[in-house]
């Protein structure tokens, strides 16, 4: 059988973008001499990435890609960084035998599944960690900012920032970024694609700036003590992407009331399409305003916040006891209910907060929310499917999608009463295909068979080692996983870990990471004989 994948050509693109991740890791590198800690672990890294680059981009050197090209190239890249991104975790924990010693010997990700687990997370922007919040204090700032930034980089999309910066990749570059840019599609919004890319990217470093301007402004007019330079940088780095990873043990909970309603219209802005504040920045604001996809991201963000906020008000929406699992006290539990019961500010703080951090798939966490009750929650973990807008960082099912159903559903009530009416389903005054409704919804089947499927399997291998999971637990960590959020409920909750999951749960789970960051069929359609065939 003639193989009809040019893999030679889509593996020395890969090979293209591993030689220049030695270029981010640089920053983490300075911020290691800066504090006194080791710069092995960067050395290394880069060493290991250049060689293994340059070597791959040798299999084709004047490489030509088409469709079946770029869903090769696209997938084993986001496999490729992941892989090499976890090594400063494992020479931080290991040294290198005989050169040099480890510096974090106590680490958690000294161990490959949890290093990979990490850095998976990291580059999907899932923000499920597996360091237990005390081992946060282990690392070095180094590390930790190659943690953070490991999220920035895969937010706005590793191939998209290649396809800006990289002249080989203009060719096909549509097709590449079609292929790793979570949505539907993404617009192009300017005659070269590679110009698209970096609009993408210039608004999303604008955006990342200003965060870190604002978050340290606070500190330095007093209203955010623990929001220092180091801080402010990496939580803009993983507001932007909606990663959610924090250097803090309680995520944004360290921080003052001032510091999370500063951070909430970043992640509503990183939760919508970057395209639409591209054109309101070239002289169209209005299209932001009118656009159909963005008023119901926000309509639906607020009306979920507005019955959150009323349930946490009343009481209703809180536990008045520590669910398994948790480490809290009746203390915590009765300071979480004097703080939110009865008064405005902090009620619609934390419920805002919340649900959009887990509605851009964010994952960051104002307050523990495994003190909430099951109302709250399991609109919580509703959310966790809607997911943010199409050409934005976040992940799961997409607002898009559910919109385009609801119009489809509209369309099918009003034809089954009018049968010879033609209404066709319209998006920002444009008619959508009817193989794009299809798409949509086999995506959204698919996605739902796919969390169905992993959630029996994580709940039955958790039994077979002996951890007790619920059915809540076991779905809210796939959700998680799968819709690219992070944190769940009980043991993987915003102040938990996914550390005492199974080995083989971990890998499990770092290829859920895989393919909800991919949407799915990328990475599907590369295992199919037919892709292969002549």
Known sequence: MAIRVDYRASLSLVGSI??????????????AFVYGESVVPFLVTMLVTVSIGGGLERLRPDPDIGAREGFLMVAVTWLAVSVIGALPYLIEAHGLPGLVPPTAPESTLGNPPNALFETM?????????VLGRISLDAHGNGIMLWRQLTQWLGGMGIVVLAVAILPELSVGGAQLMDAEAPGPGIEKLTPRIAETARALWGAYLGFTLLEILLLYGLHMAGMAPAMDAYNAVSHALTTMPTGGFSPEARSIEAFSAAVQWVIIP????????????????????ERLPRDPEFRFYVGTMAVITGLVTLFLFVGT???????????????????????LIGNVEPALRHATFQVVSLMTTTGYASIDFNTWGASAQYLLLFVMFIGGSAGSTGGAIKVVRWYVILKSIRRELFTTSHPEAVRPVRLAGRTVDERAIRGIYSFTVLYLVIFFVATGLVFLDAGRVGLSLSVLESMSAVAATLGNVGPGFGLVGPMGSYLDFSASSKVFMVALMWLGRLEILPVLVCLTPEYWRQ
Request: proline share 8%.
């Open 121 to 129: 997370s990291g580059f999907t922007t899932t923000g499920a960690t």
């Open 266 to 285: 970043f992640m509503v802005a990183a939760g919508a399409n970057f395209a639409l504040f591209w054109h309101a920045l070239t002289g169209n604001p």
């Open 317 to 339: 929406g809180l536990v008045s006891f520590a669910p398994p699992g948790t480490t809290y006290d009746a203390g915590y539990l009765a300071g979480v209910q004097a703080t």
């Open 18 to 31: 591993l030689k220049y991740l030695a270029v981010p890791l640089a920053l983490p590198l300075v911020v």
